[in-house]
C-alpha cells in the first residue's frame, strides 16, 4: 500500500508538471496533447506492475480501503 501511494504521487506530479507545461507561452502549439499523451504511457508503463495502472488516488487507494483484506495484501 505504500508502494502504492508514493508510486500514484509521483506520477500524478508528473502528470500535473507536464499538464501545466503545455499550457504555458514556450511550448510549442499544437504538440501539447502529444505531451500529456506520451506521459500517460508512461505513467501506465510504470504504474501497471505496482497498481495495475489507475493512474488516480480514488481508484488504487480508495477501493483498497473499503474491500476486504485481499485488496490491500495484493
Do not use: M
Request: proline share 1%.
Amino acid at each position: 500500500l505504500i508502494a502504492c501511494g508514493i508510486a500514484e504521487a509521483t506520477l500524478t506530479a508528473l502528470l500535473v508538471f507536464v499538464t501545466l507545461s503545455t499550457i504555458s507561452h514556450g511550448f510549442a502549439k499544437g504538440f501539447n496533447g502529444i505531451a500529456i499523451g506520451f506521459t500517460f504511457v508512461i505513467i501506465y508503463l510504470l504504474t501497471i506492475p505496482v497498481t495495475n495502472g489507475s493512474a488516480n488516488f480514488a481508484r488504487t487507494l480508495g477501493v483498497a480501503a473499503f474491500a476486504d483484506n485481499w485488496a490491500v495484501q495484493q
